[in-house]
Structure formats: C-alpha cells, structure tokens
C-alpha cells in the first residue's frame, strides 16, 4: 500500500499526512476549502524545518516529504487510486457516517477505509458502509509526528487480513500500533477521560484549585502535564463529546460530564484554542507558553 489519501487537514490531519508522506508514502490531503489547504501546508512545512533545525531530517528530505504531498478539495477526485483512507475530521458521528458513506461510493473496492476518532464506534461507523470487513480505526495521538502510540482498534466484522496490513502500516510508520476492541472509548479515553472528568469534579466540588490539583498530578504521579492543563490543551469540547460517548455506550452514571464540563463549554471556554478554559492562554503568557511547549515537543 503506497497510495494514502487523508481526509481533514486540521491539526490531526496535517499530522498525519506529514508522517506517512515523510515514510515515503504517496499522500493526497483533502479539505473542503483550499485555503484550509494551504494553512495545513504551511504547518507540516514549518515541522519539517524544526526537524531539519534540530538536525532530525535533511533539506533534501524535507523537499522529499513535501514533494509527496498533493491536496484537493473533492473527495472523489482524491481516492481514485487509493490503497487506504484516514478519516480525521472533526469527531461527530453524523459527520464521520456521512463521510464513510460516501467513500464506500466512491473508493476502489479495495480500499481500506480508516477512521482516526478517538472514542466513536468503528462498528458503528462501518454499518454504513458496504465492506464493513474493510474498515478500521487508526487513532493517532497528538501531536502525531511525535508521539509513537497508534490505537488499532478493530470493528466488530473487521477482517485479519485488514488488521495485520494496518499493524504493520503503522509500524512501517515508526510507531508503535496496539491492537485494541471496538468499545466506547477504546483504551486511551477509557482511561483518560474519566480521569480528568474526576479532576473537573474535583474542582467543582471545592476539593482544591485548578493549580492544586494539577501539581498533585504533576508532582505526586509523575504526570507531564496536570489533567485540568491537559483538558485545556485538548478542548474542552472534545472531552465533553467523548465523555457523552462514553455515557450513551455504557449506559453508566459514572461517565456523566461534570456539570462545570458542560457550562465552560456552553460559555465557549474550551481551552487552548479558544484563549480561555481552566487556565487563560493571552499572547505571552506562561500558561500559554507551557502548552505550546508540550505540543511541539521533540519538534522544536
């Protein structure tokens, strides 16, 4: 398999686009508007220059890598030689079933169909389709030339063959692939989300304050970052839906989103990208400063 179209070219899409076409991999980036495009570009090619600065890449590389990219605004006109599709829009499961069903229309009969949702059912995503044995989930973590870790997560009628082409894919990608069951939240957000929705209670109970609670994490479990900090870097909004995809798969009260989850982002508090969540992010601040740094990690 060397030809890899991505569907979103937003933080996890550019991402991800930049770590197959880096391996070698001929990729075709897709969004709805070319300026979109453009700024996905313009990031990829700024972590490549990190890469070439810290020594990492070579300038011939990074042209390399940049050479192997193609972008295109019709879904259609970007799969017609597809061995395999990422999915990395945003996570919304009226989205992600629209966006399956018409790549089921539209793909090669061989072509494997991914999904990079980190909580939406890979089953359910499938159903919609007519070669449920040909779809898959590929959760990479964020940021994603960086981190090693791709969560496989194998659907409900997902076929042996198709799970052993993505493991070794991912391995080929210099990750490391962990073959997971199809269940809300996979492992990572299993864990993790619940986790910070304690942190958010904790807070909204009166138990400590946003700083407390993260340096008890940071300090006292050898976390790098406090969760209240991570929920903030991840988007409020995000933890809320996957918090709500838990609740509705498990049927468990345990999973309900605090109801300080739910008013921040009602209020448009979502973190990081927002300027606002449980820390404030303002040009120059140090809590700005401090996210930014996670999430380039090992790129600057």
């Known amino acids: 398999m060397k030809n890899i179209t991505v569907i979103g070219s937003g933080t996890m899409g550019n991402g991800i686009a930049h770590v197959f076409a880096q391996c070698g991999f001929n990729v075709h980036l897709v969004d709805i508007s070319q300026p979109a495009l ?17 020594g990492s890449l070579t300038e011939d590389d990074k042209a390399k890598t940049l050479s192997n990219i193609k972008t295109f605004t019709k879904v259609e006109e970007a799969v017609t030689s597809a061995d395999l599709v990422v999915e990395a829009a945003t996570e919304n499961v009226d989205l992600k079933l629209k966006i399956f069903k018409q790549l089921d229309e539209v793909c090669p009969v061989n072509t494997i169909l991914a ?12 159903a919609v389709t007519k070669r449920a044995d040909k779809v898959i989930g590929m959760h990479f973590m964020n940021p994603v030339p960086v981190m090693k870790l791709v969560e496989v997560i194998r659907g409900y009628s997902t076929s042996d063959d198709v799970t052993n082409k ?28 619940p986790m910070i929705n304690e942190a958010i209670i904790t807070l909204y109970e009166g138990v400590a304050g946003v ?13 790098p970052m406090g969760p209240l900090q991570l929920a903030d870097f991840i988007g409020l909004d995000v933890c809320l839906n996957i918090m709500r995809v838990l609740q509705d798969g498990f049927g468990n ?4 989103p605090c109801p300080l989850l739910v ?12 300027g606002k969540g449980f820390y404030e992010y303002t040009a120059g601040s140090k809590d700005l400063v401090l996210a930014e740094r996670f999430r380039k990690k090992e790129m600057v």
């Open 38 to 54: 453009d700024k996905a570009l313009a990031t990829i090619e700024k972590n490549l220059d990190r890469q070439v600065a810290k």
């Open 115 to 126: 999904s990079n949702t980190s909580s939406i059912s890979i089953t359910t995503i499938a």
């Open 166 to 193: 993505i493991m070794e894919m991912s391995k080929s990608l210099g990750k490391i692939p962990v073959e997971v069951n199809d269940y809300p939240g996979f492992v990572a957000n299993k864990i993790l989300m």
């Open 211 to 223: 700083n407390e609670i993260d340096t008890v994490m940071k300090l006292g479990m050898a976390h």
């Open 253 to 256: 009260p345990k999973y309900a």
């Open 263 to 274: 008013n921040m982002v009602t209020a448009g508090h979502l973190g990081v990208k927002s």
